[in-house]
């Protein structure tokens, strides 16, 4: 079968590349560039627990080691600290900043390694062609070439050409936020912590400085944001240097703080989404499909995200046929999540910028800093991993299912999990792989080697059922998990979304979930479901006596695998 075709090597296009390869799926990725990614220290990105969990997976590279994780933010706002927050040492939930080239060349060289890979650099889509097998793209001079693919993904940024090519409308707001950047080597009172300052205190000689935020950097570096005013005024060296000069000034004290400028830019923000992200063959993901980022909201998260959802629907049709509804659950699911994300920024901006609630309604400055706080943090309505509660995925009402502290749709909490081999690993490093997690909640057995409880109590039972799934799964076993009670069993999407949580070993609701998470409708799944619910304990009664091998061919031969 053909390779899926990536346009773009962007972050999103390099880690949805890996993702696809590391489920054997081979893919060819266009670079329009010339394969790496110059330094610019003024171009970074913030990363959430779970995005950075994500690029740690994919490139074996520890990112903490390259950027830095936040030791505590704090809101000011003129001279009175409104907010302040710090986080452990090894706390996941601290954002991380680093350099965005770090990132890009940590998952190039990572792909490179990808025997299932080709990137073919210099290469500029400029045609698209798509019928009911497959695509075939067509890149410009210098590098003409026809490429077929299977699937084509355009990861290709926000003019995307992928996009334009499919005629797919990006409607949304233009330049929402501007501002000016520096990235510089200095010395400030706030050590490794992340700063929000509205409206300082001290009189700009430029328009006016409604609002300046501080992010560490490694060696001592910070990166300097000022929003700027509404319109298209230019932001020359000189008002860049005023800025650094006042606001160093106002933060050290110092009438001529000493630092070292590395680098400048502006960064203009715009909220647009894309109507479609699927048309047949052709997908959108990152900022092809959407652009946000107010309030110190981050697009990169969400770009990752789009890319773990997306592959391992993709190699699900890949290795196994068309599975139509599965596909068209990626612009349902991902699409809805960063619309409500895109609808509170807009619905917060007029509040949050305009300024008139803050004279009116006591305690409103407060609750504008909680609003700016949960977007720089990763909280709330304008920062939280969106979950997929109403996914066309979500199967129907199971009879065993339970409540624990996870819901369904969000995603799961990272504990340490038996793996089959009897290592222990942590939940999310099994994610990524295309298989559908199992994991059993059963205290006590982590401290007693695999070997002696693996083929006792319900495990037997448990592994029949998971091996006639109608997709491949992995059972792991966890001692506890947030709100789960012992023996109940959990049901994950490759991508880390909890399926449901069932009471017990319940084979027939297991696998009505994995025939829905794989996007088969409740009526398709029944007769099966039916059939698994009658054998399944007759299978349970053998398991102890047949070898692995003979155990897992035996499930296979009757389990409808497509």
């Given at each position: 079968m053909d390779p899926v075709i990536i346009v773009g090597a962007g972050p999103v296009g390099l880690t949805l590349a890996l993702l696809l390869t590391r489920q054997n799926v081979p893919v060819v990725v266009l670079d329009e560039g010339p394969g790496k990614d110059e330094p610019r220290p003024?171009?970074?990105?913030?990363?959430r627990e779970d995005t950075a969990a994500l690029l740690e997976r994919l490139t074996g590279l520890a990112l903490e080691e390259h950027g830095v994780r936040w030791a505590g933010w704090r809101s000011v706002r003129r001279k009175q600290v409104m907010t302040e927050i710090a986080f452990a040492e090894?706390?996941?939930?601290?954002?991380?900043h680093i350099a965005q080239h770090i990132v890009t060349n940590a998952l190039r060289a990572a792909l490179a390694g990808e025997p299932l890979a080709e990137v073919a650099t210099d290469s500029r889509l400029d045609a698209v062609e798509q019928e009911r097998t497959g695509v075939t793209a067509h890149t410009r001079a210098p590098k003409a070439a026809w490429w077929r693919g299977s699937y084509l993904v355009g990861c290709d940024g926000p003019r995307s050409?992928?996009?334009?090519?499919?005629?797919?409308?990006?409607?949304?707001?233009?330049?929402?936020?501007?501002?000016?950047?520096?990235?510089?080597?200095?010395?400030?009172?706030?050590?490794?912590?992340?700063?929000?300052?509205?409206?300082?205190?001290?009189?700009?000689?430029?328009?006016?400085?409604?609002?300046?935020?501080?992010?560490?950097l490694p060696d001592g570096a910070w990166r300097l944001d000022w929003l700027l005013p509404p319109g298209k005024d230019l932001v020359t060296p000189e008002v860049v240097l005023t800025r650094i000069r006042e606001t160093l000034t106002g933060w050290t004290g110092s009438d001529a703080p000493a630092y070292d400028l590395l680098d400048t830019g502006v960064h203009t923000v715009h909220h647009r989404l894309a109507r479609r992200w699927r048309a047949g063959r052709v997908f959108l993901a990152g900022d092809a499909a959407h652009l946000l980022g107010a309030f110190g909201t981050q697009g990169l998260d969400e770009g990752l995200r789009d890319a773990d959802n997306l592959a391992w629907k993709?190699?699900?049709?890949?290795?196994?046929?068309?599975?139509?509804?599965?596909?068209?659950?990626?612009?349902?699911?991902?699409?809805?999540?960063?619309?409500?994300?895109?609808?509170?920024?807009?619905?917060?901006?007029?509040?949050?910028?305009?300024?008139?609630?803050?004279?009116?309604?006591?305690?409103?400055?407060r609750g504008q800093d909680a609003q700016f706080t949960d977007g720089h943090l990763g909280r709330g309505a304008l920062g939280t991993p969106g979950d997929y509660a109403g996914s066309p995925l979500t199967p129907p009402r199971l009879e065993a299912a339970i409540p624990v502290d996870t819901p369904p749709g969000a995603q799961v909490t990272d504990v340490r999990v038996t793996a089959e081999d009897g290592s222990f690993v942590r939940l999310r490093d099994r994610l990524g792989r295309g298989a559908l997690l199992v994991v059993l909640i059963a205290p006590g057995t982590g401290v007693w080697d695999r070997k002696h409880w693996v083929s006792a109590g319900v495990m037997p039972r448990l592994a029949a059922a998971v091996t006639?799934?109608?997709?491949?799964?992995?059972?792991?076993?966890?001692?506890?998990y947030p709100g789960a009670p012992a023996h109940?069993?959990?049901?994950?999407?490759?991508?880390?979304?909890?399926?449901?949580?069932?009471?017990?070993?319940?084979?027939?609701?297991?696998?009505?979930?994995?025939?829905?998470?794989?996007?088969?409708?409740?009526?398709?799944?029944?007769?099966?479901?039916?059939?698994?619910?009658?054998?399944?304990?007759?299978?349970?009664?053998?398991?102890?006596?047949?070898?692995?091998?003979?155990?897992?061919?035996?499930?296979?031969a009757g389990s409808g695998l497509r």
């Open positions: 003024a171009r970074t990105v913030v990363l090894d706390d996941p939930a601290a954002p991380l050409t992928v996009r334009k090519l499919q005629d797919i409308r990006f409607p949304g707001r233009t330049a929402v936020e501007r501002h000016a950047v520096a990235t510089l080597r200095t010395e400030l009172p706030w050590e490794d912590h992340a700063l929000l300052h509205r409206m300082p205190p001290w009189k700009s000689s430029g328009p006016s400085a409604g609002e300046v935020t501080a992010r560490p993709l190699a699900t049709a890949w290795h196994h046929g068309p599975h139509e509804a599965l596909l068209d659950s990626y612009q349902t699911e991902r699409r809805t999540v960063v619309a409500a994300r895109l609808r509170a920024a807009d619905q917060a901006l007029p509040v949050l910028r305009g300024g008139g609630l803050r004279g009116i309604v006591p305690g409103a400055a006639a799934l109608p997709h491949p799964a992995e059972l792991l076993v966890a001692e506890s109940s069993v959990l049901l994950v999407r490759p991508d880390g979304h909890l399926v449901t949580a069932l009471s017990g070993v319940r084979p027939a609701d297991l696998y009505t979930a994995a025939e829905a998470t794989l996007g088969g409708s409740a009526s398709e799944a029944e007769p099966v479901a039916e059939e698994a619910r009658e054998g399944q304990q007759g299978q349970a009664q053998e398991q102890e006596e047949q070898p692995m091998s003979e155990r897992a061919a035996t499930a296979e």
